[in-house]
């Protein structure tokens, strides 16, 4: 549905393109006022050039998704199962303050670029059959700024940007599953210069466990007993995430049968009073002979 409205807008946009340019076309109109009417300046429909919200020459868009950070948090298996706080050094990118998000040593060393005017670019018109055509391609000098950086700050190189560490404390819910992801608002990457800060998203990468898997909210594990064992019944120790606890092996257990302990699981992330099982599923060890046992 997004796609589609995207291509009305785009169809409606060139269609308005082309019959403001048709209409003035008897007064040599220049063609990057007709297409800032509709892509630049404060009054176009997308907003000025730089703007929130509005596109640059080279169309892609200002906001902030540029701005997000991916940190990838890894956790021990018994962390995932009971949550917690973890600590975390993470790196961004902020305005360079001493440019002030120009990238030029000061602003004298910010010219208007000669290849296109200080336009951004170029346009070409063509007659179809549809009526004219305008072509806009960006400048390869300025990149579609229309500006010429002749000395570049020393602090960010001309790249507008420095980047900073910080260290922060993050939440784990218990019950996160591997791939779990974290939002933080407004703890990416700051773009002072157009007002935006980028969220922070933390994906959770869970270690594994000898001998204990995941399934859900459930935990398995796999455990030998002895063949007079599983006939009579016995109580026998396994590892669980809270430690060594005692399991009544029932008399008659069949070899591939599973016994659990209750809410020895894994607790619901959404709602931690849920909380799964830890089954065990029972190998019986037979003798090849009966007279060794």
């Known amino acids: 549905m997004r796609s589609y ?3 009305r807008k785009d169809l409606y946009m060139i269609a308005s393109v082309r019959q403001v340019y048709k209409e003035n076309m008897m007064d040599q109109v220049d063609p990057f006022e007709v297409y800032n009417a509709f892509f630049g300046g404060s009054d176009g429909f997308f907003g000025g050039m730089g703007e929130p919200g ?14 997000d950070i ?23 990118l902020e305005t360079c303050n001493d440019c002030g998000g120009t990238g030029a040593k000061t602003s004298s060393c910010i010219k208007s670029c000669t290849d296109c005017g200080g336009k951004g670019g170029s346009t070409k018109s063509k007659r179809t059959p549809f009526g004219v055509a305008i072509e806009v391609s960006t400048c390869s000098s300025c990149g579609g700024k229309g500006k010429i950086i002749t000395e570049k700050c020393r602090r960010c190189s001309g790249y507008c940007k420095v980047k900073v560490k910080r260290s922060m404390r993050v939440i784990i819910p218990p019950g996160v599953a591997d791939g779990f992801t974290k939002r933080i608002r407004g703890e990416g990457n700051v773009d002072k210069k157009r007002g935006f800060a980028g969220d922070l ?15 859900g909210l459930n935990l398995y594990s796999k455990i030998n007993v002895d063949y007079t064992e599983a006939i009579l019944g016995t109580v026998v120790k396994v590892e669980t995430v809270e430690g060594i606890k005692d399991l009544r092996i029932p008399c008659g257990i069949q070899p591939g049968d599973a016994v659990k302990l209750s809410r020895l699981g894994v607790p619901d992330v959404n709602k931690p009073s ?7 599923i029972v190998n019986v060890l037979i003798p090849k002979d009966i007279r060794d046992a």
């Open 5 to 7: 409205q995207i291509m």
């Open 54 to 67: 509005g596109f640059n020459f080279n169309l892609r868009n200002n906001g902030s998704n540029d701005l």
């Open 70 to 92: 991916w940190y990838e948090l890894h956790l021990n298996f018994e962390e995932s199962i009971f949550g917690g706080e973890r600590e975390i050094m993470v790196s961004y």
């Open 201 to 215: 998203f933390v994906v959770l990468r869970i270690g594994v466990k000898q001998g204990i898997w995941r399934d």
């Open 274 to 280: 849920v909380r799964g099982d830890h089954h065990f």
